[in-house]
């Protein structure tokens, strides 16, 4: 069994043989998402990420999903209830859908 810092060792020295350094050159920071949101689930669909995260609310409130997208993981765009229980599909949704 090897020690932590021993892992870390290795770990960065691999990195480094990739090119691959100690920090990013940008960070989206944490949460990536502003407001109450949870359980996220990420997709690419045509070269951009997609995320769903359930809404945090009240059970009776949690009525429809938002989702975010991003070409570069630091930049998130909002959709605004791609599902919705009363409406349905959002047109945003329909796209990716190809409906």
Not at 36 to 43: C, L, Q, S
Not at 46 to 71: H, M, N, R, V
Request: hydrophobic residues 45%; charged residues 20%; glycine residues 8%.
């Amino acid at each position: 069994m090897i020690t932590r810092r021993e892992f870390t060792r290795r770990t960065l020295a691999a990195g480094a043989a990739f090119g691959i350094g100690r920090r990013w050159p940008a960070a989206a920071g944490n949460p990536i998402i502003p407001g109450w949101y949870a359980d996220p689930e990420i997709r690419i669909f045509e070269g951009a990420y997609w995320i769903f995260p359930t809404y945090s609310a009240l059970y009776e409130e949690q009525l429809f999903l938002d989702a975010f997208s991003s070409k570069d993981l630091l930049t998130w765009t909002k959709h605004e209830r791609v599902l919705d229980s009363a409406n349905g599909f959002s047109n945003d949704m329909k796209v990716m859908l190809n409906q």
